[in-house]
């Protein structure tokens, strides 16, 4: 059983930086997607930015330019650098690995999640 593990949230004020690290348990290189996913109070979980085992990258549109994701294989980690925090990114991050796994009836996404980290951003 994967875990997931993510550290380096905190309270921060308006316009700094923090960096979110997520560790794996195991290797990462078997996972096919990885993402940083948020949930503000009251709020639906959203997407924050997912990256493939090619390298592949997508973010939301809210934190474009500011927010930057990767992942090293040798370290199997990931991680988030969050630039020009905003109150509006306050919420808790967790991370997500997605594994492709294949038997003789199909395959299917396994999915796994981290416990998450709190990051306040104050104005």
């Known amino acids: 059983q994967v875990q997931l593990v993510e550290s380096g949230g905190g309270l921060v004020q308006a316009g700094g930086s923090l960096r979110l690290s997520c560790a794996a348990s195991g290797s990462i290189f078997s996972f096919n997607r990885m993402g940083w996913y948020r949930q503000a109070p009251g709020k639906q979980r959203e997407l924050v930015a997912v990256?493939?085992?090619?390298?592949?990258?997508n973010y939301a549109d809210s934190v474009k330019g500011r927010f930057t994701i990767s992942r090293t294989n040798a370290e199997n980690s990931l991680y988030l650098q969050m630039n020009s925090l905003q109150p509006e990114d306050t919420a808790v991050y967790s991370c997500?690995?997605?594994?492709?796994?294949?038997?003789?009836?199909?395959?299917?996404?396994?999915?796994?999640w981290g416990q998450g980290t709190q990051v306040t951003v104050s104005s």
């Open positions: 997500k690995a997605e594994e492709l796994v294949c038997s003789r009836s199909g395959c299917s996404t396994q999915n796994y």
């Open positions: 990256i493939t085992s090619s390298g592949i990258t």
